[in-house]
């Protein structure tokens, strides 16, 4: 069974930087789509950014463009979400996403879901 498992959150400070892991198990992706999304309570799951893994295309919501840079290690099965430049309105629970077909930054679209990893920027 396919299996996404999120690493990295915590408290930074606004201004500072923290990095996510997403290890990906159980099947090897050759096309489809690696994405982060995040959430807060009350508030429905935005997308972050994703990752093509057929051409290696990123795509962004322009709310973190210039700040985020979605990345990918295929020898680890991991995908990489680097938050730089971190503000109080970035703290959410992030999430890493699959599905099989093409990048979208709506949550609707994806089939295969870790658990969250909390972040949360202080002022």
């Known amino acids: 069974q396919v299996q996404l498992v999120e690493s990295g959150g915590g408290s930074v400070q606004a201004g500072g930087s923290l990095r996510l892991s997403c290890v990906v198990s159980?099947?090897?992706?050759?096309?489809?789509?690696l994405a982060w999304f995040r959430q807060v309570p009350g508030n429905e799951r935005e997308g972050v950014a994703s990752f093509s893994i057929g051409t290696g295309s990123t795509d962004y919501a322009d709310s973190v463009k210039g700040r985020f840079t979605i990345s990918q290690d295929n020898a680890k099965n991991t995908v990489y979400l680097q938050m730089t430049s971190l503000n109080p309105e970035d703290t959410a629970m992030y999430y890493c996403?699959?599905?099989?077909?093409?990048?979208?930054?709506?949550?609707?679209?994806?089939?295969?879901w870790g658990q969250g990893t909390q972040v949360t920027v202080s002022s």
């Open positions: 996403a699959s599905r099989a077909g093409t990048c979208y930054l709506a949550s609707t679209w994806y089939n295969i």
């Open positions: 159980g099947y090897t992706y050759t096309t489809g789509c």
